[in-house]
């Protein structure tokens, strides 16, 4: 949007947008205020898991919107009571704290390691092992888990408890244990990091030796949870369980919620007063979590996710031979895709939205693909022709060039 002369933006210039401003949704499109229509192949960023105004969420939203938003923690929230029992009916998990973002999930995540080895009176366990490339989120901790300098120019010093690895070592992993490690924190799948999904081996040795040193495994699911990987938690593909799980995105199809799932021993190290949150959990986001919750565990529907993935990829993969030397690799994990490619993908991303088809970046040269769970055939060979486009014309422009 054009601004006046001299009269600054409104908003903090975190955020380079593309031009375009969305109206409305439905399903796996979006429309923009002039009413053209787009298929949206990022869902916000992995959130809009179920599409744009799904029924169901709609339906619940609007009623407990009449009913009651938010009342606070200090009294009883049934439906927070119930989205928790059905997430560790589904889960390893025992117990749930609710927040509005991921970053507060993570946060929690951190707190209770440190708070589960002093409750064993075992204080100097502080440090934490995080992998090189991650994204935990943007609070001075997230960031400093992620020891991207991009990330914490100019907000140093940062805390010093973190220990880097790269993703995924196991022999460098080792040379950082030590006395004072408290815990492992990883993405089972890194998102920001390039779509890298971790082996299922290395997931399990991680659990290995977490339980050898006595170290808690927490995993980072905010992206590839709530169903994206085509299990409910990606993690269920390795067959392994973390002690501690931050979740969010997907969680709320949209509506802000995050949470801090745990294994009984390691929640229980938490006592009334020792955390807490204004609004996480409220009666409003509760009703909205419960309604994702009802879709994505209806049966079938983890089973589409898994089949519609394979169609994806088969398509994918042809686009990569098709377009050998522009496309160098597509790799993910259930509708979590990375598109690595030769040249920077922001122009692709704009000639996408021109197209009308959303898509987001991870890093300067990869296409993350995070199109809504609920979507079919059609929509993929939309997405498909429409990305067999961008890259015909690139290629062009590329023999062009060279020529
Ligand atoms: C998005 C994301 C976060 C941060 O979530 P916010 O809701 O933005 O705070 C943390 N970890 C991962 C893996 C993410 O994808």
């Given at each position: 949007m054009a601004r006046k002369h001299n009269k600054p933006d409104p908003l903090m210039p975190v955020y380079r947008r593309f031009d375009v401003a969305f109206e409305r949704g439905e399903g796996a499109y979006l429309f923009d205020v002039k009413g053209a229509r787009y298929l949206d192949f990022a869902s916000g960023i992995a959130v809009t898991a179920l599409g744009h105004s799904h029924p169901h969420l709609v339906k619940a939203l609007n009623e407990q919107g009449a009913k009651l938003w938010h009342t606070s923690?200090?009294?009883?929230i049934p439906l927070q009571e119930k989205l928790a029992e059905r997430l560790t009916e589904a889960t390893f998990a025992d117990n749930v704290f609710f927040t509005n973002s991921g970053v507060e999930a993570i946060e929690c995540a951190l707190k209770l390691a440190r708070k589960y080895h002093h409750a064993k009176g075992?204080?100097?366990?502080y440090r934490v092992i995080t992998f090189i490339n991650a994204f935990h989120g943007r609070s001075l901790a997230a960031i400093a888990a992620s020891g991207k300098e991009k990330l914490i120019r100019g907000f140093g010093p940062m805390p010093d408890w973190f220990d880097f690895v790269p993703f995924i070592d196991i022999d460098a992993l080792k040379t950082v244990i030590g006395d004072e490690t408290a815990a492992i924190l990883i993405e089972p799948v890194q998102g920001e990091g390039g779509i890298l999904p971790a082996k299922k081996e290395q997931l399990q040795r991680l659990r290995e030796i977490a339980d050898e040193h006595g170290l808690l495994l927490i995993f980072d699911e905010i992206q590839c949870g709530m169903g994206r990987s085509g299990k409910l938690f990606a993690h269920e593909w390795a067959g392994v369980t973390p002690d501690i799980m931050a979740v969010a995105k997907g969680i709320g199809g949209g509506f802000p919620i995050g949470a801090c799932l745990a294994r009984a021993s390691v929640g229980e190290a938490l006592s009334a007063g020792s955390h807490g949150t204004t609004?996480?959990?409220?009666p409003l986001a509760m009703a909205v979590g419960n309604a994702v919750l009802d879709v994505i565990l209806e049966e079938g529907f983890l089973d589409h996710v898994q089949e519609i993935t394979k169609t994806l990829m088969t398509g994918l993969n042809k686009l990569k031979q098709r377009y050998p030397g522009l496309i160098t690799d597509v790799r993910g994990l259930g509708l979590m895709i990375g598109v690595e490619c030769s040249v920077k993908i922001r122009p692709l991303i704009a000639r996408g939205l021109e197209l009308g088809l959303v898509l987001t970046p991870s890093g300067e040269n990869i296409l993350r693909l995070l199109p809504p769970l609920i979507i079919e055939d059609s929509h993929i060979s939309e997405a498909l022709e429409k990305l067999d486009r961008i890259f015909a014309e690139v290629k062009l422009k590329r023999a062009r060039t060279k020529g």
């Open positions: 923690n200090l009294f009883q075992d204080e100097k366990r609004y996480g959990g409220n």
